[in-house]
């Protein structure tokens, strides 16, 4: 692979009130930020941006969409002011087109916070142009992957970064600090496993996996994981970060990377 090619990232993106905790995951996205080559651009995918068809982002500026309700209330008060680009979502809706993948587009809607919070955490200045990209429901999981790689040429000079999780169950949720479930540790162990050595077989099975259903009831926060792949096209993962918070959620973090271009885990 080319050395000249961003990072893919997966994340585990947790609750949106990570920015104000002490949580191992927020201090290490700000590392993984001071780490990683400055793209010229990020493109986000988002479990929280769900879309028939998939649907791009044309806006100039971008609004913080506060899309959750009992947090602190300085939580509503954070802004990521980030600017779009006309110039990526056109190049964006051209490499789809070109993997026979048809794309909308919306300027209206601001950045949810699947995108913001992991983005104020890698890169807190707003400075690099921004592209949403919505999650198409009416993809299968191999939908899903010629999507993502519909997108593997722009990494020539921008991030991909798919947000999601490794589980996610809120009714299984726990006060923080609570040691995690052993569903919990297994549906996450299993994932790292299959991800670490490109196992995509198993891994368009994970409905079969130990206690998937515990670890996803519904699927949505799972399945950037299968854009990133394909993005990715079809490399071995590399775990930066692997935490839990309120109990459950995972908030580990792969990057898909050339062996030459690993990331140091934190």
């Avoid at 995108?115 to 592209?131: E, F, H, N, R, T």
């Avoid at 130990?210 to 792949?229: G, I, K, S």
Wanted: hydrophobic letters at 45%.
């Amino acid at each position: 692979m080319n050395d000249s090619l961003n990072p893919v990232l997966f994340l585990s993106h947790g609750a949106p009130d990570l920015p104000l905790t002490e949580h191992p995951a927020k201090y290490a996205w700000q590392e993984i930020g001071k780490k990683l080559p400055r793209p010229q651009g990020i493109i986000v995918i988002s479990a929280h941006w769900l879309t028939n068809q998939v649907t791009i982002s044309t806006a100039d500026s971008y609004t913080t969409i506060h899309d959750f309700s009992g947090f602190p209330p300085q939580l509503y008060q954070i802004e990521y002011p980030a600017q779009g680009s006309k110039t990526l979502a056109a190049a964006i809706q051209d490499q789809l087109a070109r993997q026979g993948l048809g794309a909308d587009t919306d300027s209206k809607r601001g950045l949810d916070h699947g995108a913001w919070v992991p983005l104020s955490l890698l890169y807190p200045q707003a400075d690099i142009p921004v592209v949403a990209v919505s999650l198409p429901m009416s993809a299968d999981l191999d939908g899903l992957f010629a999507f993502g790689r519909g997108l593997a040429e722009l990494r020539r000079d921008n991030l991909i970064l798919c947000s999601g999780a490794v589980t996610h169950n809120l009714r299984e949720l726990a006060t923080e600090g609570t040691p995690p479930a052993d569903w919990a540790v297994s549906f996450s162990a299993w994932v790292k496993q299959q991800l670490t050595s490109a196992a995509w077989v198993n891994l368009k099975q994970f409905h079969l996996a130990p206690y998937a259903r515990m670890a996803h009831p519904t699927d949505e926060h799972f399945l950037p994981l299968f854009v990133a792949a394909g993005a990715a096209q079809g490399q071995k993962a590399q775990v930066l970060h692997d935490s839990f918070s309120y109990g459950n959620l995972a908030m580990t973090v792969f990057a898909f990377t050339d062996k030459r271009q690993r990331l140091p885990v934190v």
